[in-house]
């Protein structure tokens, strides 16, 4: 069997490090280890378009800045298809069939919709695109036919419930369809990055994310105001490193070359914790080795960035070409899809002939 990656991210803003680190970091060495066969990359604008229909300009104009992120991070044309996901009309389609094999109550259970829910205050409010989205991110995982898909452990329960559609529809249809496997990353810090604020989530909607095209000046200020721990009021006073999110960053980004190059009075991350909670360690020199750790991930990310942003013209011809590959993929998988569903009337010659043949006897 091809191994198949597919993966992506709503246009609605910048991306951030909790991107960086849940996912796009993962993507590159993934894109790079040559272990996969195919590699789809979307950009999820219909999907951005279920909570942000009365303002589809936000989600256009953010189009070309989730391409730049992707492309400074190192995800390159040339290994991964960058798509954009309103111009695969094959995904529609397939969202329409799949729901029929998915209950409202189960939609309902959805842990994932239902956070989201809870978040966004839509309760009876909630537009059916938004409340059925599960079953397009099915769509988009089978479309390609994915057999890994790497995301952050909130989106868990999304790919279950692909992998009970796929269950469903090789049951009803005969087996067509691939069952996914999740990927999540391989550092327990990045499974879910803070933001600066101390909230569980760094979101767009919160204003506490730390962007990865921030410049140097605009990192540093959110760094040196990121939440620490409330009770450690002087250096001497002992710290706490549970919810303390600039030790939670550490964790998701520093090594020990980084303590080799900007804190040599420690040898790696454990004595820097060790010290800190025993006291004598102030918040603003950790936040420091953290800025240097932070900016060393981040410099060249902007400067590619840089560099892209200087033809924007060959960023959309790229995702013009990758929708392209995208929608002849989705185009074969639908038609495998609509012959196992036997709706695939015009191609099934047998089935004129016999039609021919009955009523040619009567």
């Known amino acids: ?4 990656i597919l993966t992506g991210d709503r246009p609605t803003g910048r991306l951030h490090l909790g991107h960086y680190v849940g996912s796009l970091k993962r993507r590159v060495e993934l ?7 195919e590699i789809y990359i979307m950009i999820a604008d219909a999907q951005a ?44 389609e397939m969202s329409f069939y799949y729901m029929n094999l998915v209950t409202v109550a189960r939609l309902k259970r959805n842990p994932t919709v239902k956070t989201e829910i809870q978040m966004r205050n839509f309760e009876e409010r909630i537009p059916v695109g938004f409340f059925t989205y599960p079953i397009s991110q099915a769509a ?67 204003g506490n994310c730390i962007y990865l095209s921030d410049s140097a000046e605009e990192v540093k200020k959110k760094v040196m105001s990121m939440y620490t721990d409330p009770t450690h009021l002087k ?14 960053y550490l964790d998701a980004f520093s090594t020990d070359e980084h303590f080799a190059k900007y804190l040599p009075e420690y040898k790696n991350l454990d004595e820097l914790k060790a010290h800190y909670t025993k006291g004598g360690l102030g918040d603003v020199k950790v936040k420091r080795f953290l800025n ?10 902007r400067q590619r960035r840089a560099e892209f942003e200087k033809d924007i013209p060959s960023v959309y011809k790229m995702l013009e070409e990758g929708s392209k590959i995208a929608e002849a993929k989705a185009k074969k998988t639908l038609a495998e899809m609509k012959n196992a569903m036997r709706i695939n009337y015009f191609e099934d010659k047998e089935l004129i002939q016999n039609q021919s043949k009955k009523f040619s006897e009567q």
């Open 1 to 4: 069997m091809r191994k198949i």
């Open 31 to 37: 894109q790079n280890s040559g272990e996969y066969d």
């Open 49 to 92: 378009l279920t909570d942000n229909m009365e303002n589809p300009e936000k989600v256009r104009q953010n189009i070309i800045e989730v391409a730049l992120d992707y492309l400074s991070c190192g995800l390159d044309p040339e290994k991964s298809v960058m798509f954009i996901q309103s111009q695969i009309p094959e995904l529609c």
């Open 140 to 206: 988009d995982i089978t479309a390609f036919k994915a057999t890994t898909v790497p995301v952050g452990e909130d989106q868990a329960p999304m790919i279950e419930q692909t992998r009970e559609i796929v269950h469903r529809f090789n049951y009803v249809y005969g087996e067509t369809l691939i069952e996914p496997s999740i990927l999540l990353p391989d550092n327990q810090a990045c499974m879910r990055l803070p933001g600066t604020d101390g909230k569980a989530k760094m979101s767009k909607s919160l």
């Open 235 to 248: 250096v001497e006073d002992p710290g706490h490193l549970e919810g303390n999110t600039v030790f939670t």
């Open 292 to 301: 240097n750790v932070l900016e060393e991930v981040l410099q060249p990310i």
